[in-house]
């Protein structure tokens, strides 16, 4: 029984002091919003399995050369194109084939590639890829930190209390950023969040 009244009696003290400490803090999320230039990506599937009905005699080296010859038209030259065979073969298509993959950091560039249509040539995926540096983070999570104290300070002024030292900061965001572009529109900037717990006083 005195365990008992004794395990009460620390539970409440330990539940006193939660209650206490939650009373004086407040939390907020901070927010920065920072411009990007990533490396954009796509890939084609180019293959005999995309050839229809008269064209169904071409050769793979027909289809290759057609598609080449109408982005170098564009001005996107071969010698910037790499080959991911592998990836082809993991499709599973029954005739002979290959993936076309182009890089650059222009949209623009990256918009032309994907306007160039031709026989045996469907599209695969789009992503946009980019890495932050950590001095970069730093910077980001200092400009979201202030801003996360620009609102703690005026949450606390309304209720009369003014906010301390910071007790508490979540930095979840991550270095590499991947983003299909399949479905999204393109944005040039992202968001840096951080969340951060501030004494009130």
Same mark, same amino acid.
């Given at each position: ?8 009696? /620390? ?6 002091? /939660? ?117 970069? /983070? ?64």
């Amino acid at each position: 029984m005195k365990k008992l009244a004794a395990s009460l009696v /620390m539970f409440l003290i330990t539940m006193t002091a /939660m209650a206490q400490n939650y009373q004086n803090n407040i939390t907020v999320n901070g927010v920065h919003s920072y411009s990007i230039n990533p490396e954009y990506s796509s890939k084609m599937i180019v293959s005999l399995n995309n050839v229809y009905y008269d064209s169904q005699t071409m050769s793979m080296s027909e289809v290759k050369s057609g598609y080449f010859d109408k982005l170098a038209k564009v001005g996107i030259s071969s010698d910037r194109l790499t080959e991911d065979n592998l990836h082809y073969a993991l499709l599973g298509y029954e005739k002979e084939g290959t993936i076309i993959v182009f890089k650059t950091n222009s949209l623009e560039e990256m918009q032309k590639f994907l306007n160039v249509k031709s026989i045996g040539v469907t599209r695969s995926d789009t992503t946009l890829e980019m890495e932050l540096t950590d001095a970069q /983070m730093a910077d980001y999570a200092k400009a979201a930190f202030e801003n996360a104290k620009t609102k703690a300070d005026a949450i606390a002024a309304k209720i009369g209390r003014t906010t301390g030292k910071a007790i508490y900061l979540s930095d979840t965001n991550t270095k590499k950023i991947s983003e299909s572009m399949y479905y999204s529109s393109v944005k040039d900037k992202r968001d840096y969040y951080i969340s951060v717990s501030f004494e009130l006083q």
